[in-house]
Structure formats: structure tokens, C-alpha cells
């Protein structure tokens, strides 16, 4: 196959137009072209007046490939070099089967890696399968009673099977190709694998992840849902087994290996790790509230006139402000809602998320400003947990302890006055919003660095920062706020235990927990060599 780069293809193609443009970059006829398909596929709308793709192609000719670019003379035209599949080792059967906590990405993928080196890993998940969650969730959203088993945060898929299902990420792993190619042998669409800012969709995430549990226990890896991690036992700095808890009561499972990827909301996990002396560091996170506008106003601020053309648009915006803050978005969902993301009882929690299509009216993003260690007030491990706990209850006090979320539009936060009604953008938090001060469940200097950002969001989104524009809170859990060391082995300070993911400290969304659990998981089979 061909790999033509630099391809630039208008809004409205045909695949006959695509053909005859790639003849002629390449100097053939049409009828000596057998296939041509994305390699890469992204909108360039530096100018509003000329937005374009900007493509990479993989041409399938006939006849010699070589004597064709040796003829095209085109400076974009080569050979196409598959990139190299990840080698899975495969080692002696050790005597215990490898642990593997949490069904997020990160423990999905270590699950996988492990089925497939045939070491049959028990996976276990705190909460339900991604089919009983989505009935949990659909039961909270409508009436408010949440299930502290299984919710937005914890069971099979992890948080963010509830989200857009980003797969973007700024790592440059050649995992990156496994964990997309995997997607799509368990249903995610191919465009998955050329499309510049991929996404899956929460509607489509819990089919995904459920196909992907169906090939792991294929393999022989055995699933263990509704079960809950609640102690390590070690001897000699060393692991010797761990004890979970279900509704059958307490059992101790023999193993020397756990991969500990229970996602930024397990608290319990880490004070178990906290009392048994494993080594951890606070860890900068973020918090702030969602920003809701319509998708009508984002699309065209971005793409202009051509927003009819294309899919819904995102953004991500950043600044750095004179007091060594920074406010930047996070997680933005085109044609998303703004969802119910608490995990326990008396605490409020808000994240994004989006289906597939990205058709709902508006859009939302987070917009967070950076929390530093110091902020904590504690030097205790687990002082940035409380730190997210205290503004999560004043929120849920502040929306008036029933899980509506409180709310306030733009206008009104920029003057520093409370809401009284809504504006033009309908807030789409399921459980509704009660209209009043957000900088009451904010820290002092978020509310003062996202009043500073918002005007300079708004030279770069004209209509970012309008008074109607809806702003609900509280978010506190886009990254963990620990980090559980590991050394040059993904080992933690006792031998055996292997923390992973997001709530562990080493990733930060779908594509880098997945890549971080294969990692991990080819650290794990490694030691068994």
C-alpha cells in the first residue's frame, strides 16, 4: 500500500472525486487504482473561510508500487510501513492467578494482556456490569437515590463509560494502536482508527466494554462483579494474597500479583494502601464547574459557515494567569448533557458526557483551575481527597441536599451576584439545577481564576463568556489527587503490588488508563519469565 500525505479534500467529497484526486497526485489512470482509504483524517479551520480535511491516505494499486512512486515523483508519496503489533510474551503458569482490581480501561486492558499471555487474571469490580450500571444510573437520574455500588463512578468500564468516550491523548505509545484496534474488533466504529480526535460515545462504550469482558473470559480471565478489594496480605514486603468482600461476605484470595487500578474515586483502596505503609505522594489535580452553551453558537464560532458540513465541534482552551494559576477546559462534549457523577451520599459531583451522534442542543466543557499540594492545607496523604470532599458536600448542601446541582449563569458570576432563573441555555443536568451562587462550593482562588479566564476564552470563542451561558457545579475528580509509587517495574513499595491508571496517578482519560494497564500488564509477565 501507498501512504499519501498532505491530502487536503473539501467538506463535500465522494469516494469517485478522492479516486481521480489521488490518480493525479500520483500520475495514474483511475482504473490502475484498486482501493483507497484514511490513514488520517482531521478539520483544518485555521481560517474560517477555508476549512478543509487534511488527510493522509493508504492507496492499494495495481502493479508495482515501487515503479509507481518512482513515476509520481511526489514528495508525499512512500511505501506504507505498518507499525509493529505489541509482542505478548508468554510465560511458565504461575502458582497463583494475577488479581486485577477495577473494570475501567486501565483494568480492562491489563485484564486482556494477561488473558492473552494465558496467565486467566480474576478481574474484580467494585460494581455491576455495564448493563445493571446503566439501570442504576438511569434510576438515579430520574429520581435521585443513588446506589453507592455501582454509579457514574464506579462498575464495569469505569468513569468513563458515562462520558464522550474521548480516545484523544498527547502520548506517543505504540500501545495507543493496540487499545484502538481492540475497540473496534469489540463494535467501536473503524473511523476510530484514522479520525484525529476519535470518540466513542457513552451509548455505544457499554457494548464495547461488555464485548471486551466476553474476550477476556474467552481467554480464561474469570470476572468477579460487585466485589470489593478490602485488604492486602503481605510477608516479607511481599504479596501473599488479598482479601475481597461481596454479598457473600469476606474471602481470601492466594496471589503474589495485584494490578490496582481502582480509578480516581476508590478512597477506601488508598486508605487501605495508606495503612498498610505503601509509599504515595499528594499529586496536583483540578476543580471547577461545567460550562453549558448551545452547540448552534460553538459550531459556528469554530467552523464558521461551513458548520453545516461537519459533525458537532469541540474546543480546548487554556490560559495561564499572573498569580501562577492556570484555567484550561477539560473534557468537552459536543451535544452532551451535564450528568449526576457522585459517588456517595451527600456529596455532589458533576462531569460531561455525550452519545455518539453528539446531537443534543448544547454543548458542555469543564472549566478547571489547577490545585497544587500546597492548596491541601494538610500534608497527610490523603488531604487532597478531603480537599475534593469538602467543596463536593457544599455543593450538595448548596443545591439543597437532594442532588440538584447548584447553578448560575455567566453574567451573574462575573458580577459576583447569585442566580435567580435561567437564560437562553437550558441546563441539562438530569436531576435539575438550583439557581444560586456556585462560589459557594469553589475554593476562593478558582472563583477569582475563572472569572479571569472566561473573558480570555472569549476572544478565542466569541459567545464563551455570554451572561446566559450556564455555569454548574461542583467537578473535583478529573485526575486523582495521589499518586502510589512504583519503581522501575510498575512494583509499589511492597513486591507484587502493581498500581495502574488513573486513580493510581499515571494517566489521565480512556486511550492513557488503557495503555498504562498494558504496560503494567507486560510488567506483570515480564516478572514471570
Known amino acids: 500500500m501507498i501512504e499519501l500525505t498532505n491530502v487536503r ?23 490502475k487504482i484498486k482501493d483507497v482509504k484514511f490513514l488520517k483524517k482531521s478539520v483544518d479551520a485555521r481560517h474560517k473561510n477555508d476549512v478543509f480535511f487534511a488527510c493522509t491516505l493508504g492507496v492499494t494499486v495495481l502493479g508495482d508500487e515501487n515503479k509507481v512512486l518512482q513515476n509520481a515523483k511526489n514528495k508525499n508519496a512512500r511505501i506504507f510501513v505498518a507499525p509493529e503489533p505489541i509482542q505478548i510474551k508468554t510465560p511458565k503458569t504461575p502458582k497463583h492467578r494475577p488479581i486485577v482490581c477495577g473494570a475501567g480501561p486501565a483494568g480492562l486492558f491489563a485484564g486482556y494482556i494477561l488473558s ?17 450500571r446503566k439501570q442504576e444510573i438511569e434510576k438515579f437520574f430520574s429520581c435521585g437515590v443513588l446506589n453507592e455500588k455501582t454509579n457514574v463512578q464506579f462498575g464495569e468500564g469505569g468513569a468513563g463509560t458515562f462520558s464522550d468516550g474521548k480516545l484523544t491523548t498527547n502520548i506517543k505509545d505504540e500501545r495507543c494502536r493496540t487499545v484502538l484496534e481492540t475497540f473496534v474488533a469489540c463494535g467501536a466504529p473503524e473511523e476510530i482508527l484514522y479520525l484525529s480526535k476519535p470518540h466513542l460515545g457513552t451509548d455505544n462504550l457499554c457494548n464495547i466494554v461488555e464485548n471486551l469482558r466476553e474476550k477476556i473470559i474467552s481467554l480464561g480471565g474469570e470476572f468477579r462483579f460487585l466485589t470489593r478489594l478490602t485488604d492486602i496480605k503481605a510477608k516479607d514486603n511481599t504479596l ?9 461476605g469476606q474471602e481470601e484470595i492466594l496471589t503474589d500479583k495485584l494490578i490496582i487500578a481502582a480509578g480516581h474515586s476508590a478512597t477506601d483502596v488508598f486508605l487501605m494502601l495508606k495503612n498498610h505503609g505503601i509509599k504515595m505522594e499528594q499529586k496536583p489535580f483540578s476543580v471547577g464547574v461545567r460550562i453549558e452553551h448551545k452547540q448552534e453558537m460553538i459550531n459556528e464560532s469554530q467552523f464558521g459557515t461551513f458548520a453545516h458540513l461537519l459533525p458537532p465541534a469541540d474546543y480546548k482552551l487554556s490560559c495561564h494567569l499572573p498569580p501562577g494559576r492556570s ?11 451535564v450528568v449526576a457523577a457522585a459517588s456517595e451520599n451527600g456529596c455532589l459531583v458533576v462531569n460531561g458526557m455525550s452519545n455518539f451522534a453528539r446531537n443534543g442542543e448544547n454543548a ?9 499540594p500546597s492548596d491541601f492545607g494538610s500534608d497527610d496523604i490523603l488531604a487532597g481527597i478531603e480537599f475534593q470532599q469538602k467543596y463536593e458536600r457544599a455543593a450538595f448542601l448548596l443545591g439543597g441536599g437532594s442532588f440538584r446541582a447548584p447553578a448560575q449563569l455567566v453574567g451573574d458570576f462575573m458580577k459576583n451576584q447569585p442566580s435567580t432563573k435561567g437564560g437562553a441555555v437550558t441546563p441539562s443536568y438530569p436531576l435539575g439545577v438550583a439557581w444560586s451562587d456556585i462560589s459557594g462550593c469553589l475554593p476562593a482562588f478558582a472563583v477569582d481564576s475563572i472569572r479571569q479566564a472566561l473573558p480570555e476564552f472569549d476572544k478565542k470563542i466569541k459567545g464563551f463568556a455570554a451572561p446566559d451561558a450556564v455555569l454548574t457545579g461542583v467537578e473535583t475528580r478529573s485526575s486523582s489527587p495521589i499518586r502510589v509509587l512504583r519503581d522501575e517495574f510498575s512494583e509499589a513499595s511492597i513486591k507484587g503490588i502493581y498500581p495502574c491508571g488513573e486513580g493510581a496517578g499515571y494517566a489521565g482519560g480512556i486511550m492513557s488508563a488503557a495503555v498504562d494497564g498494558i504496560r503494567v500488564a507486560q510488567a506483570v509477565i515480564d516478572s514471570l519469565m
Open 364 to 372: 458542555n466543557s469543564a472549566v478547571l483551575c489547577n490545585v497544587e
Open 327 to 337: 484555567v484550561y477546559t477539560f473534557c468537552m462534549c459536543p451535544g452532551g448533557q
Open 9 to 31: 479534500i473539501e467538506l463535500e467529497y465522494s469516494q469517485q472525486q478522492i479516486t481521480s484526486l489521488v490518480a493525479k497526485k500520483l500520475r495514474l489512470e483511475k482504473d
Open 240 to 248: 501473599s494474597a488479598v482479601v475481597v468482600e461481596n454479598e457473600n
Open 116 to 132: 492473552l499471555a494465558n496467565l486467566k487474571p480474576i478481574i474484580i469490580e467494585r460494581g455491576a456490569t455495564a448493563k445493571e
